[in-house]
């Protein structure tokens, strides 16, 4: 603990209030009769780690108990699970390809219909497990108790984070990886940093050069092996392109894929890069704005080079974005959470450094206006009271967004029923090939057991085509075109099923 106090002067029971307002785990001095041995601290983080591991999971897996169902990304790597346990994975279409998501799906594939719900339970554990990890490292910064429970706050209630969250999208484990590797890094278990950091590698791209430069790092001060350096590398990038070599005949498809970007992204603003980096700057709320610019501040007084590591990491990584759409990738939102995510760390850390520095210099200005002792009652009011103002700016779009995760969720929950009430999947595959919108295909994919390169988007008889609403209110698509006088096989509150069959099918 950085902030020194006198044991001897702290007769009273409680804390001095900027004290406790900042602070942290290590600000109380246990004594002990002899330092804990190795294997007794490795025994320790593994059961501090296993501890977050397991709540996370109760948690996330409780929130389905809300309406749920993946989005397209997540579909298409649950079905690639099903694909690749049988032994025929096909990348042709959908999106880029994700080494490790797909290695949790291969596994569910064995539990059939379950898979999606499973791989939801993954995702939403990794947002779980990166709200309180933003909370422990704000802390450890230097926020104390209430930067970490602001920064906490303000990324738990974000829309594009319950979004993203909820719909299983990776951005919650990338996050919660990120953060991991700095917050064993920074107690000294080199070993566990380097793996969370490999585990964000097999998520985004993005992570390589930062996972390069942190290997070569611990090579250089000789704090991890060779062999699990070198081969840790190798595995990553042998991960990301030989499924797709399998899948596609093209080891680069997912770098291909990842160019090819829908209508309204940054990478077609006149200037990508500001576009992109205006968006980000949406991401935060004036809150957290404001609590940058204290960190900024607090690193200029501290001089402290774990805080100034976090800020180059935002940094750098965003400007890899920039870069990147620059270049012709998208830059849409999911690229932003990890670096804004950093940001929020840095926003909440440098709030709660702020307001301990403000509370110090009252007490010494206009003394007992502040008391000089507060109990844990006054710290965590004080807390709750900060972390509410900064999760204030999100809570007029926590409603809207609720309600989208729920449409969502009741498109994937009517499929299956209606593709039960249309047939079965075995006899709408014999009546034609599969259509539908551009964004739900996968779904259509999974509930049909085909591969997502068989669904197509104009139809053409003999078809069987999925017509659907894909947000509340807008129009069914696809258009019917040539089968426009196919009957319909089922019809639900979003879907219509038609059946164009074809003869002897």
């Known amino acids: 603990m950085r902030f020194v106090k006198d044991r001897a002067s702290a007769t009273p029971v409680g804390h001095t209030l900027d004290t ?57 790597w649950i079905i690639w699970g099903r694909e690749v346990a049988h032994l025929d994975l096909v990348t042709t279409h959908g999106p880029a390809w994700k080494p490790l998501p797909v290695m949790f799906t291969t596994v569910f594939s064995l539990f059939g219909s379950a898979a999606p719900d499973l791989w939801l339970v993954v995702a939403r554990a990794g947002a779980v497990a990166a709200i309180v990890l ?72 993005e992570a390589w050069p930062f996972l390069g430069l942190y290997g070569l790092w611990l090579l250089w001060r000789r704090q991890l092996p060779i062999a699990l350096v070198l081969g840790a590398g190798a595995g990553v990038v042998a991960l990301w392109l030989l499924p797709e070599l399998w899948g596609s005949g093209d080891l680069l498809r997912a770098a291909h894929r990842a160019k090819d970007v829908n209508p309204g992204a940054p990478t077609y603003a006149d200037n990508p890069a500001r576009e992109v980096l205006h968006h980000a700057r949406l991401m935060l709320t004036g809150p957290l704005s404001a609590g940058l610019l204290a960190a900024g501040v607090m690193l200029m007084v501290r001089r ?41 760390v840095l926003g909440g850390a440098g709030a709660g450094w702020a307001l301990g520095r403000v509370l110090a210099l009252l007490r010494r200005a206009i003394p007992g206006v502040v008391p000089r002792h507060v109990g844990h009652a006054v710290v965590l009011a004080v807390a709750v009271a900060v972390a509410i103002g900064f999760a204030a700016p999100s809570f007029q779009r926590f409603g809207p967004t609720m309600d989208s995760l729920a449409y969502q969720a009741d498109l994937a929950g009517e499929l299956p029923g209606l593709v039960a009430d249309a047939g079965g999947a075995a006899a709408l595959r014999r009546c034609g090939d599969p259509y539908t919108g551009p964004f739900l295909v996968p779904v259509v994919a999974w509930n049909l057991h085909v591969h997502t390169q068989d669904v197509g988007l104009v139809p053409r008889a003999p078809a069987v085509v999925f017509r659907v609403k894909t947000t509340n209110g807008s129009r069914s698509v696809p258009s019917l075109g040539a089968v426009a006088t196919a009957p319909t096989l089922a019809t639900g509150s979003n879907w219509r099923i038609v059946g164009a069959c074809g003869s002897g099918r």
């Open 134 to 205: 933003t909370f422990r490292v704000a802390r450890t910064l230097g926020g104390g108790i209430v930067g970490g429970l602001a920064a906490a706050a303000a990324l738990a209630i974000a829309p594009w984070w319950i979004r993203n969250a909820a719909l299983g999208n990776s951005e919650g484990l990338i996050v919660a990886f990120l953060l991991a590797t700095v917050d064993r890094h920074l107690a000294g278990d080199r070993r566990a940093a380097f793996l969370f950091a490999v585990c964000a590698g097999l998520l985004r791209p």
């Open 304 to 344: 402290d080079r774990a805080l100034a590591f976090m800020v180059v990491l935002a940094v750098a990584w965003l400007g890899l974005v920039a870069y990147m759409t620059s270049d012709g990738f998208s830059g849409n939102q999911r690229y932003l959470i990890a670096p804004v995510a950093l940001l929020i």
């Open 20 to 76: 406790a307002v900042l602070l942290e785990e290590r600000s109380v001095p246990t004594p002990v009769s002899q330092a804990p041995s190795g294997t007794a601290l490795v025994a320790a983080r593994a059961h501090g780690t296993l501890i977050l591991v397991v709540a996370s999971v109760a948690v996330a897996a409780l929130t389905l108990l809300l309406p749920s169902a993946p989005t397209y990304d997540p579909w298409s």
